[in-house]
């Protein structure tokens, strides 16, 4: 499955942006999507994650309250809706898609078999 990734930007603090998930070569149906994020000169951390069968999300404590997971099945499309936006959250944001992801590994990136190109999101204060 090939991932495509848009949505990022520049926007000042306080400010929204969505950013898309896109599968081709086939559906999610039966996999787990994540979005990770990376800020220069540290290590990928997980954000978000999503069941696309049954539709169960998870999140990082850091960005609970604030962003949204969700999916589309019509456009086999995965979306992370980012408020406001904070400065740390700065970084190059990836999704990434496997269909073997157990719960207790979803927030690991080694569980994800395959990665979009990434988007950058800038946060100016």
């Known amino acids: 499955v090939q991932l495509q990734a848009s949505g990022g930007g520049l926007v000042q603090a306080g400010g929204s942006l969505r950013l898309s998930c896109e599968a081709s070569?086939?559906?999610?149906?039966?996999?787990?999507i994540g979005w990770f994020r990376q800020a220069p000169g540290k290590e990928r951390e997980f954000v978000s994650g999503?069941?696309?069968?049954?539709?169960?999300?998870y999140y990082a404590d850091s960005v609970k309250g604030r962003f949204t997971i969700s999916r589309d099945n019509a456009k086999n499309t995965v979306y992370l809706q980012m408020s406001s936006l904070k400065p740390e959250d700065t970084a190059v944001y990836y999704c990434?898609?496997?269909?073997?992801?157990?719960?207790?590994?979803?927030?690991?990136?080694?569980?994800?078999?395959?990665w979009g190109q990434g988007t950058q999101v800038t946060v100016s204060s």
């Open positions: 999503i069941r696309w069968s049954g539709g169960h999300t």
């Open positions: 990434a898609a496997d269909a073997n992801v157990i719960l207790s590994a979803m927030r690991h990136s080694s569980a994800y078999d395959y």
């Open positions: 070569g086939r559906t999610f149906r039966g996999y787990t």
